[in-house]
């Protein structure tokens, strides 16, 4: 399908969904409207980048500093998680989706982490496409529960300072199944990380789109393919 489009999938897409608030707004709807159609469009995007050949798709969908916004908002934002890891358990199961979750899972409801353990366990077996969830998420807060952990190991004798390395880094974090991004799409208009990756982004491609996430669709995700497959990617060579 990509190839007839003679398009060079990138292995790894990471998405900044952003632009919901602002879409309900532009409506007279209520943020929340913004949010589940939000949702949808992760649905789909899901579906469409396994069919474009894409291996790995990673979505940030709540961050450590959302827990900020009003307790209307939040509350809202958990209940629609509830009722969309279900859906998302199925969509995984029918496209061959693995689905796993970064991000500091303890500070969600016991249900919520239920289907959290319940979505990684039942999809571990797919292998078409991995999706990524970063819920909870946040670079620093990542890093921080890495080099605590380091230390702990340290101090009971399982690591040495020497030990120290990049990869040793990188498989303390949540990521350490993953490879980095190849590409990172913002929506929105916004052009900033947002605590978003900011270890595995270092040689990532950015894109940064005004369309407002719930009008993203599979024609954007070509389209920003078609521009990173324009770009030439150095890693610091010449
Ligand atoms: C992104 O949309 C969704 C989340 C961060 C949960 P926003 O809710 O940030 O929408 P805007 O930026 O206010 O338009
Ligand atoms: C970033 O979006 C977080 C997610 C997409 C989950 P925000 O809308 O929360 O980011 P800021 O506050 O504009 O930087
Ligand atoms: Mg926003």
């Keep these: 399908m990509a190839e007839e489009m003679g398009l060079r999938v990138p292995r790894h897409v990471a998405i900044i969904l952003d632009g919901n608030g602002r879409w309900a707004k532009k409506r007279g709807l209520p943020r929340n409207m913004g949010h589940v159609e939000g949702c949808k469009v992760v649905e789909r995007t899901v579906e469409d980048a396994a069919g474009l050949g894409i291996k790995y798709l990673t979505v940030y969908g709540f961050s450590t500093e959302n827990w900020k916004r009003s307790a209307e908002e939040v509350g809202a934002l958990m209940q629609l998680f509830r009722y969309y890891m279900k859906r998302l358990l199925k969509v995984a199961k029918k496209n061959d989706v693995r689905v796993i979750m970064i991000g500091e899972r303890s500070r969600f409801d016991a249900d919520i982490i239920e289907g959290l353990d319940r979505l990684e366990n039942e999809t571990k077996g797919n292998s078409r496409m991995t999706f ?107």
């Design 132 to 238: 990524t969830i970063a819920v909870n998420y946040g670079s620093r807060d990542e890093i921080t529960r890495a080099v605590r952990r380091m230390m702990e190991d340290c101090a009971a004798g399982k690591l040495s300072p020497k030990d120290v390395n990049e990869e040793l880094i990188g498989s303390y974090l949540d990521t350490k199944e993953l490879p980095d991004p190849d590409l990172l799409i913002r929506t929105s208009g916004e052009e900033r990380l947002s605590n978003y990756l900011l270890w595995q982004l270092a040689y990532t491609e950015f894109y940064f789109t005004d369309v407002l996430w719930p009008d993203f669709n599979k024609e954007e995700l070509v389209k920003a393919i078609e521009k990173y497959n324009g770009r030439d990617r150095r890693f610091g060579g010449v």
